[in-house]
């Protein structure tokens, strides 16, 4: 059943005019009036809905009820990720997403490829809060995860979310994943860019409680090991397991 983000009080009984983007995609799906959405707005529960009124530029939907829904990891995972280039950033943030992680911070780091600021900092960071929904939308998940404005390493390491583990992908002072924590609850897990961190920002990350860890033989990509330390951490701790 299509699903869709609303930004709004739903409760069942109430009628909804769909915003735009949602009614572009209704067309798309070539819905008709009386089949089945999902609408959510990321309070964790889901709103099942039939479709009352259609047209090319306005839709209405009328919430039937209201439902809870346990879909969520109990592992609380922080991904702070290295702007990666073109589309590999996009894909690592919705397969993350997919995958369950909480909130996403997206770092600057000297040997990002990209380097954003300003106003083109501010659009690409909105951007990718869209496609974090999107992936709501399609996983099924009821609380959208944060993406946080984009920041510079160092800053970075001065705001970061309460946690029982605090990981890098690295090269230096490596250890198993399965032996750096037990069974943590929250967990920070840190990405670098194409090229890796540096020695300094490894060094900083050292100091500020971090523990290098290194999946397997080979050298993974950069979207390739955000999403494969996820899964692992998921799999070792999480709701993969069983």
């Keep these: 059943m299509p699903r869709f983000y609303l930004e709004a009080e739903l409760a069942a009984g109430k009628i909804f005019e769909l915003p735009t983007d949602v009614v572009r995609h209704v067309n798309v799906l070539r819905l008709r009036e009386g089949e089945e959405i999902v609408l959510f707005n990321g309070n964790g529960k ?9 047209s090319k530029r306005s839709v209405q939907a009328l919430v039937t009820h209201e439902e809870a829904a346990d879909n969520e990891s109990p592992l609380d995972i922080t991904l702070i990720q290295a702007v990666s280039s073109g589309e590999r950033m996009d894909f690592t943030l919705q397969k993350s997403v997919e995958l369950g992680v909480k909130r996403i ?58 946690s029982d583990v605090k990981l890098l ?43 290098s860890v290194l999946l397997g033989k080979r050298v993974l990509r950069t979207e390739t090991a955000a999403l494969a330390a996820i899964a692992a951490m998921q799999t070792l701790w999480g709701d993969f397991v069983g």
Excluded: H
Excluded at 46 to 54: G, N, R
Excluded at 105 to 112: K, Q
């Design 46 to 54: 889901s709103y099942p809905a039939v479709l009352q009124t259609l």
């Design 105 to 162: 911070i997206p770092v600057s780091s000297a040997r990002s490829i990209v380097k954003l600021g300003g106003e083109r900092a501010e659009k690409r960071v909105a951007r990718w809060q869209e496609i974090v929904v999107s992936a709501c939308e399609q996983s099924g998940r009821n609380i959208v995860p944060t993406v946080s404005p984009l920041m510079g390493f160092k800053e970075m390491l001065q705001c970061l979310p309460e």
């Design 169 to 211: 992908l690295g090269l230096n002072r490596v250890r198993s994943l399965k032996d750096v924590a037990t069974q943590p609850d929250k967990i920070v897990f840190m990405v670098g860019p194409e090229g890796g961190w540096t020695p300094e920002e490894e060094a900083l990350a050292f100091e500020a409680g971090f523990q």
